[in-house]
C-alpha cells in the first residue's frame, strides 16, 4: 500500500463519485434531524465539494488540472450524471468543471451578525449536478461502467495517485450482488496502488451511524456487512485526517459509514477527498 504519489497536472488523480438515484432517496434523512429529501442533500454536498475541489486547484494563473472528476448517477438509468454543457461526459477535468457549471443558483446562508445572532446573507452556489430519484438501485451496473471508465483511465495515468471511487447509495442492489464486479474494480490499480472504493449509505430510520469500522462486528445485518466487505482500507494519510476529525478510528478502518446523517455524509465526502500530496 503506497498512496504517495504526487499529484500534479502532469499527474492528475482522479475522483469519481456513484449516486443512488432510486426513488428511496427521495425520503428525508433519518433522526428528525431534517426533512430534506436524501437526493436534495446528496446533491447539494457534491455541488459544494466540486466546488470546494475548484478552489483547491485555483492559483494566480487559473484552475490547473490536479484532478479529473465523474459523477455517475444509478436509478432509472445508469450513466454519466452532470447537467448542462457537461451533460454525457464521464471524466471532467477540474478547470472544466470551474468554467461550465450547468448554472449558478442563488442561496441564503446564516452568518454571524456581530452580535451575538445570526443573519441572513445571499451566496452564489454553482450547479453540476442535480437531484434525481426514480426507480431501483441497479448498484452493479454503476461499478461496472467505473470499472470501464477508469481502466481506460488508469491506462493513460499508471504513475498517478490511484483512482478513488465514492459509492452513496440508501439501500441494497436490485440487479444483484456487487461484490464480484467491486472486487474487479478494486483489482484496478496504478502504480501507486489500488482504486480506492469507499461507500457511504444515508439512513432515513435514524439509528447511530457506524462510521470507519474495521472489522464487521458492529453492523447490525447483511446488507451492510457486504458494503463493509466491498470497501477498500483507508491508507494511512485518510486515517490521520478521520483522526483529526474526532472520529474513532483503527488499524485496518474501512472506508465505510453505515446509517449515515447529513453531516456524516459532509464529513465523509471531506475525509475522502483531501489530497495527500498536492504539488
Keep these: 500500500m503506497s498512496y504517495s504519489a504526487e499529484i500534479s497536472r502532469v499527474n492528475p488523480s482522479c475522483f469519481l463519485f456513484l449516486i443512488d438515484q432510486s426513488g428511496s432517496m427521495e425520503d428525508p434523512f433519518g433522526g428528525g434531524e431534517s426533512t430534506r429529501k436524501k437526493a436534495d442533500a446528496v446533491a447539494d454536498a457534491i455541488n459544494k465539494l466540486l466546488q470546494n475541489l475548484v478552489i483547491k486547484c485555483a492559483k494566480s494563473e487559473g484552475v490547473r488540472d490536479y484532478y479529473q472528476t465523474g459523477v455517475i448517477g444509478y436509478g432509472e438509468r445508469v450513466g454519466p450524471a452532470f ?3 457537461l451533460a454525457g461526459r464521464d471524466m471532467v477535468p477540474i478547470s472544466d468543471i470551474a468554467s461550465t457549471p450547468a448554472r449558478i443558483e442563488e442561496r441564503a446562508k446564516k452568518v454571524d451578525d456581530g452580535a451575538g445572532g445570526l443573519a441572513e446573507q445571499k451566496v452564489k452556489f454553482p450547479i453540476w449536478f442535480d437531484a434525481v430519484a426514480k426507480n431501483g ?3 452493479c451496473q454503476a461499478l461496472t461502467q467505473a470499472k470501464g471508465i477508469l481502466s481506460a483511465w488508469i491506462a493513460q495515468h499508471p504513475s498517478s495517485f490511484p483512482p478513488i471511487v465514492i459509492n452513496i447509495t440508501d439501500g441494497e442492489s436490485t440487479d444483484g450482488d456487487p461484490t464480484g464486479v467491486a472486487r474487479e474494480l478494486t483489482n484496478l490499480a496504478t502504480n501507486d496502488g489500488n482504486v480506492l472504493l469507499f461507500n457511504l449509505h444515508c439512513s432515513s430510520r435514524g ?3 457506524v462510521e470507519y469500522p474495521s472489522t ?3 453492523l447490525p445485518d447483511e446488507f451492510s456487512q457486504l458494503l463493509y466487505s466491498i470497501s477498500s482500507e483507508l491508507p494511512s494519510y485518510m486515517r490521520n485526517i478521520a ?3 474526532g472520529k474513532n478510528v483503527s488499524e485496518g478502518a474501512r472506508g465505510f459509514v453505515f446509517n449515515a446523517d447529513l453531516v456524516s455524509v459532509i464529513q465523509f465526502l471531506d475525509i ?6 498536492l504539488r
Design 83 to 85: 447537467s448542462g454543457a
Design 137 to 139: 438501485t441497479p448498484m
Design 207 to 209: 439509528n447511530a451511524a
Design 216 to 218: 464487521e462486528r458492529e
Design 243 to 245: 483522526a483529526q476529525e
Design 272 to 277: 475522502g477527498t483531501r489530497p495527500n500530496n
